[in-house]
T-cell receptor, first 109, second 120 residues
């Protein structure tokens, strides 16, 4: 099956800093999504981005499908951005989403 | 975005009993839903794919007799953990895709709130 690698595994920031999270995948994909898992476990949809660039407020994402990676940018981070960020991809051979191991982000005041 | 509702949010049960978890798509039809399991500090692992009106497809290593899945309507899938044991304690999350009845590939996935199961 497809391999999904996220980096870094852990990231600690001061409030106001910017950061870039990376997701590499080993095969062609139909779909790529970024999620934020809050402290209660809820997965919040951030981006549905199989290719191209999207922006939503302080967050933006870019997927370069031909090079098999995606980046999530967080600007002017806030303490409420803390949590785990997951990248998930859907292989071209099927409908299942495969998750990366996540990036644990901690934003300190 | 689309709404997927999962119930209950948390449950504590005695070892040997069964627990049912419900997953509903509130504002769209979902012929296919997905059940995941997440252990502390780990990623989500797909357990099974739930298909409306037919048998679920289980991932390798997942016991189908222990984790019973029923998808009786286009908006409801249930996961029953039978004869629960402490090692079944985990966070269970369901997901549905928004492609409409019969279409799943390359559509956005939305997740329920999750159910934290503790077996004592």
């Amino acid at each position: 099956g497809i391999q999904v690698e996220q980096s870094p595994p852990d990231l600690i920031l001061q409030e106001g800093a910017n950061s870039t999270l990376r997701c590499n995948f080993s095969d062609s994909v139909n779909n790529l999504q970024w999620f934020h898992q809050n402290p209660w476990g809820q997965l919040i949809n951030l981006f549905y981005i199989p290719s191209g660039t999207k922006q939503n407020g302080r967050l933006s994402a870019t997927t370069v499908a031909t090079e098999r990676y995606s980046l999530l940018y967080i600007s002017s981070s806030q303490t409420t951005d803390s949590g785990v960020y997951f990248c998930a991809v859907e292989e071209t051979s099927g409908s299942r989403l495969t998750f990366g191991e996540g990036t644990q982000l901690t934003v300190n005041p | 975005g689309a709404v997927v509702s999962q119930h209950p949010s948390w449950v504590i049960c005695k070892s040997g009993t069964s627990v049912k978890i419900e997953c509903r798509s509130l504002d769209f039809q979902a012929t296919t839903m997905f059940w995941y399991r997440q252990f502390p500090k780990q990623s989500l692992m797909l357990m099974a794919t739930s298909n409306e009106g037919s048998k679920a497809t289980y991932e390798q290593g997942v016991e189908k007799d222990k984790f019973l899945i029923n998808h009786a309507s286009l908006t409801l899938s249930t996961l029953t953990v039978t004869s629960a044991h402490p090692e079944d304690s985990s966070f269970y999350i369901c997901s549905a895709r928004t492609g409409g009845a019969g279409w799943v590939v390359n559509t956005e996935a939305f997740f329920g709130q999750g159910t934290r199961l503790t077996v004592v």
